[in-house]
């Protein structure tokens, strides 16, 4: 766009009456503007009308018409040139702007789109309504002026209550957001909302930290600590918890009156009380997480950040690693809230979550209008048109965010599933619409599958709901309906703990450890049976190494230890079979199992699983295998509902592209995943959830004649890659979030 904004400035610079060419006196007065040339030329016709009508000298009219006619020549050619040099920049920047906006979008966008009244009235009320929005309330009331727009002033006090709220808890006061889920709770209850709890856990753990929140009776002049007092305080108790939790003095148990843990459980005996029976597991957690923090008198807190600053560094090595994620300032405070209160402030008032306004120019200009005009232009060539008004000739690539429709296509007709034509699943498992259906049934309701020897009836097909995949949340989304499950996905958490959204199965795909020591895995395993859900399925990785057999161990897992500074423990095997034997969960070191989601309303349906930690040989880490072994690892393997395998398939929605775009998934478990329903080594799972590749997180959905495959590469971390250039040493911060997929259970 440089190039455009330079080409544009040189045009304003010559147009014409508008700007000298130059800017020195000199230069200005032998290349004078438009207007300066026919003022001048005004003066000396002025000058010759007085010459020739003056009675005190006589001139030579012949002398002034020739004057005269010299001038006019040369204010004729001034004015010519100024307007060749306006013409050669306006013809230049029209090429810069052909250049970078190639195609005009007429042929595109219908010149009539907004021709009426109502038309032109709803993109006015569009735009107004984005004003509103974003708080720019003095453009918003010029605008509805000029536009003729009548401005309600129930819309301006919910946005500017939306406004107020939110740069209340940007500063670190969430009373009026309590306040309003208070007000609102019979609805955030209807939609099963956590804002209320979320907002209440902030200001506990806060409390718990030691912040003196706005409002508060903590805040008094007294409690301030500008001498560092309270730092000193702090600072022994931590010295001295486990004496002080052994026998505590009547001293000690004065002070804790005022101290952060007493004023914390206050707050949590008074407001946690509603969310008993939604949120008890969480509510025990954040109770029991005050056994570990030391007590001492809260102060204000100091510095640019303000009250919402946290000072939570000091307390973290008191904490267990299990309650360590209660902790993290990004999980539980204003980057979580302030999304979840705009999601339910909107939800609450029917209003879009989202400025509509924002979300067109941003699809739009990210790259949809460009592709649609180069295709329209390529199907004209041709001679061909869109034959449907509503769609695209083309897949427009979007962010997960902005998909807020998923798209089926008939594998018989090629045609678009709509509302009017869904997609519909037939007696043996194959997915058709159900035009293609009304037109094989041929009007007695009876046909045969196109794609087996089943005989099928129209009034057996059920419509599909597609999964439902959720990558990018600030809160989870609403828990589904009695006809689904909902499965969160990890992978590759690398001795890390996060914030995991609770769910009826929680699948894990291996590479719990950094680099497998045994005391690594049960620090992992421990944190996993911490969490909520009912069903967890594990496997193991590479990184696993305690979780190998013993041959390998011994033998590769030894020089990989020496190789990492490592102490290699000839016993870890031992200790990993013991860790994982002991645990609630199923771990699958290559096995299959079954389990079933034990919900009262939920349809009992036994699910099948098989989880693999084997991938393709890097190095010879743990859990590896050479390409002539591949077909062996997986030959056993039927086909189940779940699938868990640490590595990726190959080259499948590219979740196995490492950073320089080579792909190195398994090539045999992507020859069985899209091979045809009827070959016998045919491996359709509903899901089939991975990791090792990190930089390759994301999803897929994957069709087939069954259906569909959703494939997810769930790696939450990144290395260091600083520390691992410079000292080859593995450090690990979670980047991404537990993936959620609902899934209908099948009939």
Known sequence: ????????????????????????????????????????????????????????????????????????????????????????????????????????????????????????????????????????????????????????????????????????????????????????????????????????????????????????????????????ENVEMLSASIDALPAAASAPSNAVVVAMARTNVEQALAYGREHFKPFRTTHLAEIQRLFTL?????????????????????????????????????????????????????????????????????????????????????????????????????????????????????IFACPVSKEQGTEENPPMMLACGHVLCLETLNRLAKGNGRFKCPYCPTESYVNQAIRVMEPRVYTHYTTPPATPGAEWVRFVLLSDTHSQTTSVPDGDVLLHAGDLTTLGEADDLERQIAWLESLPHGVKVITAGNHDFCTAPGEWHDTRGRELNAKYGIPHDAAAPLKAARILKACGMQVLLDATSTFVVDRPETRHYEWSVHGSPWSPEFERWAWNYTAAQAKKMYEHVRDVDILITHTPPYELGGLDRIHNGTSVGCQELTRRLTAAHHHKDALHPKLHVFGHIHEARGTHVMCHEQGETVLVNAALVEYDQALWNTQRKFSYDVVAQPVIVDIRVPS
Not at 313 to 332: A, F, W
């Open 1 to 228: 766009m440089e190039a455009v904004q330079k080409s544009l400035e040189q045009l304003a610079k010559r147009a014409p009456g508008l700007h000298s060419a130059s800017s020195s006196a000199k230069a200005a007065a032998t290349t004078p503007t438009v207007h300066d040339s026919i003022d001048r030329l005004i003066a000396r016709i002025e000058a010759a009308k007085a010459a020739l009508s003056s009675s005190s000298a006589a001139a030579d009219p012949a002398v002034v018409v020739a004057e005269l006619k010299a001038s006019v020549e040369s204010a004729q050619k001034s004015i010519l040139d100024r307007q060749k040099e306006f013409h050669a920049a306006l013809g230049k920047a029209t090429k810069t702007l052909d250049k970078k906006f190639p195609i005009p979008i007429d042929g595109v966008a219908d010149p009539a789109l907004f021709s009426s009244s109502e038309a032109q009235a709803a993109l006015e009320r569009v735009v107004l309504n984005h004003l509103q929005r974003t708080g720019d309330w003095d453009t918003a009331l010029k605008f509805a002026g000029e536009a003729g727009l009548a401005l309600s002033s129930e819309t301006e006090r919910l946005y500017v209550q939306l406004h107020t709220v939110t740069a209340a808890m940007g500063s670190g006061d969430l009373r009026p957001a309590i306040q309003w889920a208070q007000e609102n709770r019979p609805f955030l209850e209807s939609r099963k909302s956590a804002l209320e709890f979320a907002l209440h856990r902030s200001q506990f753990i806060r409390i718990a930290a030691g912040t003196i929140l706005p409002g508060s009776d903590g805040g008094v002049a007294e409690n301030r600590d500008p001498d560092g």
């Open 290 to 406: 005050l056994a570990f923090l030391p007590a001492f008198l809260p102060a204000p807190a100091y510095g640019p950040e303000g009250v919402d600053s946290v000072p939570v560094e000091h307390l973290i090595p008191t904490v267990p690693l299990i309650y360590r994620p209660l902790m993290d300032t990004r999980l539980v405070h204003a980057p979580l809230l302030e999304p979840l209160f705009k999601l339910e402030f909107c939800a609450r008032h029917r209003i879009a979550k989202e400025a509509p306004l924002a979300i067109g120019v941003e699809v739009g200009a990210g790259g949809a209008l460009n592709r649609i005009i180069k295709v329209k232009a390529v199907m004209k060539e041709s001679g061909n048109e869109w034959s449907q008004a509503d769609e695209l000739p083309i897949e427009i690539p979007l962010p997960n965010r902005l998909r807020f429709h998923s």
